[in-house]
């Protein structure tokens, strides 16, 4: 049965990339997610990609909480968002983000990026939770790092089971839909 996603929480790049592509599809995202009304949860930062989605979801009169530790706030510009949270530290602040969100995406972004979405997709491997974990894979960012979960599923290190449950989609609508219906199958990293 589909679940109505009421918070997501979104890793993206504190740059804006090379192509203005990724600016205007993240500002699209932010406006389809307050159409939505599904609360965004993100980092809190107003750079690059971050700034754009969430000035995106704010202007369209939708909800955002930010939630940033207290060393990279002290450090960056803020948006007057409708919630900011400042944690004692990096870990804290993944651990809330991660309990107050329905399901997880990421943008094009970089190595924080990266880091941030596999955490939370191991997480899922290991049975910690069982929400949705997704790219949105925006000019076709994602390709190779899609190739290379494949690769690494071909030569034995990935079960198919778990490559398979990461969602990645181009299109914004089937992005949420799909996280909307997905649902673990019973098989984890044990068995
Ligand atoms: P990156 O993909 O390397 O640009 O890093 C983006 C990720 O790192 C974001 O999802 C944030 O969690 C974190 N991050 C990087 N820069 C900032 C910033 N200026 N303010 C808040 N969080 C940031």
Same mark, same amino acid.
């Given at each position: 049965?589909?679940?109505? =996603?009421?918070?997501?929480?979104?890793?993206?790049?504190?740059?804006?990339? #090379?192509? #203005?592509?990724?600016?205007?599809?993240?500002?699209?995202?932010?406006?389809?997610?307050?159409?939505?009304? $599904?609360?965004? $949860?993100?980092?809190?930062?107003?750079?690059?990609?971050? *700034?754009?989605? /969430?000035?995106?979801?704010?202007?369209?009169?939708?909800?955002? =909480? *930010?939630?940033? @530790?207290?060393?990279?706030?002290? !450090?960056?510009? &803020?948006?007057?968002?409708?919630?900011?949270? $400042?944690?004692?530290?990096? &870990?804290?602040?993944?651990?809330?983000?991660?309990? !107050?969100?329905?399901?997880?995406? +990421?943008? @094009?972004? *970089?190595?924080? #990026?990266?880091?941030?979405?596999?955490?939370?997709?191991?997480?899922?491997?290991? *049975?910690?939770?069982? %929400?949705?974990?997704?790219?949105?894979?925006?000019?076709?960012?994602?390709? !190779?790092? /899609?190739?290379?979960?494949?690769? +690494?599923?071909?030569?034995?290190? $990935?079960?198919?089971?778990?490559?398979?449950?990461?969602?990645?989609?181009?299109? +914004?609508?089937?992005?949420?839909? %799909?996280?909307?219906?997905?649902?673990?199958? #019973?098989?984890?990293?044990?068995?």
């Amino acid at each position: 049965m589909a679940m109505i =996603i009421r918070s997501l929480c979104v890793f993206c790049g504190s740059s804006f990339g #090379t192509e #203005t592509v990724y600016g205007e599809k993240t500002r699209e995202f932010g406006k389809y997610l307050a159409e939505r009304k $599904i609360t965004l $949860i993100y980092g809190g930062g107003a750079a690059g990609l971050m *700034g754009v989605l /969430a000035e995106a979801v704010l202007d369209n009169g939708g909800s955002v =909480i *930010g939630i940033i @530790p207290e060393m990279i706030y002290k !450090k960056v510009e &803020h948006l007057p968002l409708t919630e900011t949270i $400042i944690t004692e530290d990096m &870990h804290s602040r993944k651990r809330m983000m991660y309990d !107050k969100s329905d399901a997880f995406t +990421a943008l @094009p972004g *970089g190595i924080g #990026t990266i880091e941030e979405i596999s955490e939370i997709y191991t997480w899922q491997q290991l *049975g910690y939770h069982r %929400k949705a974990v997704s790219l949105y894979n925006i000019n076709n960012f994602y390709y !190779k790092f /899609a190739e290379f979960l494949d690769s +690494a599923c071909d030569m034995g290190f $990935i079960k198919e089971i778990h490559r398979n449950r990461l969602i990645i989609e181009q299109d +914004a609508e089937k992005l949420i839909e %799909k996280i909307e219906n997905y649902s673990e199958e #019973t098989v984890d990293k044990w068995s």
